[in-house]
């Protein structure tokens, strides 16, 4: 079965620095690989998504993240930290048939003035 | 277009009792997705539905049950009620065609008591 796993719960980093949020699946088969973003009392927000198309994927809010096969890892990455990017960020994965997406348990991200 | 949205927001209900979520999906979108999301668990899969029919389940007892409608509208019914029910339950539509994002709604917040 297809895992997901996403090193630290929490991260914190200051207004400006590098964000880096770390994803590894588990499939031996390239999946779709996805990155959301949740606000407080939202829903998830797609940020990012891999297809196969690119290893580069561009999101939305300067996001972009890497799929790297050999490391079987899909990072978040943003150059800048602002504010606003305070959230709980998502790794997901599809694989198999369908629409059985199976997520990561989640990063907090905490944006230090 | 308008987004994923889920009726009631909120809802608190005492153990025991039953409970149906509705999800109205983007216009357009057959598959609609049930998750549960808790503290602990993170986002947990329930089922998928397409076109009326089940597709995918997760693994969740047989109280949790869903259906779908001919108009994609899809609707959740938790029986039976247990305090580890407490969760915001979320609907996400999508195309269905594989490797397509899914939508997310804000969530319904059900407290057991």
């Known amino acids: 079965a297809q895992s997901v796993t996403q090193l630290g719960s929490h991260v914190s980093v200051s207004e400006g620095a590098l964000v880096l949020l770390r994803c590894n699946y588990s499939?031996?088969?390239?999946?779709?690989l996805f990155w959301y973003v949740q606000y407080p009392n939202q829903g998830l927000q797609l940020l990012l998504k891999?297809?196969?198309?690119?290893?580069l994927v561009k999101g939305i809010n300067g996001f972009e993240a890497e799929f790297k096969k050999s490391e079987t890892s899909f990072h978040l990455t943003k150059p800048s930290a602002h504010m606003s990017d305070a959230a709980e960020y998502f790794c997901a994965a599809l694989s198999g048939g369908y629409q059985k997406v199976t997520f990561g348990i989640g990063t907090k991200l905490q944006v230090i003035p | 277009k308008a987004g994923v949205t889920q009726t009631p927001r909120y809802l608190i209900k005492t153990r025991g009792q039953q409970v149906t979520l509705s999800c109205s999906p983007i216009s357009g979108h057959r598959s609609v997705s049930w998750y549960q999301q808790t503290p602990g668990q993170g986002l947990q899969f329930l089922f998928e539905?397409?076109?009326?029919?089940?597709?995918n389940k997760g693994n969740f007892p047989g109280r949790f049950s869903g259906r779908q409608f001919s108009n994609s509208r899809s609707e959740m019914n938790v029986s039976t009620l247990e305090l580890g029910d407490s969760a915001l339950y979320l609907c996400?539509?999508?195309?269905?065609?594989?490797?397509?994002?899914?939508?997310f709604g804000p969530g319904t917040r059900l407290t057991v008591t």
């Open positions: 891999y297809t196969s198309a690119a290893t």
């Open positions: 499939s031996s088969v390239p999946p779709y």
């Open positions: 996400a539509s999508s195309l269905a065609e594989k490797g397509y994002e899914q939508y």
């Open positions: 539905y397409f076109s009326e029919t089940q597709r």
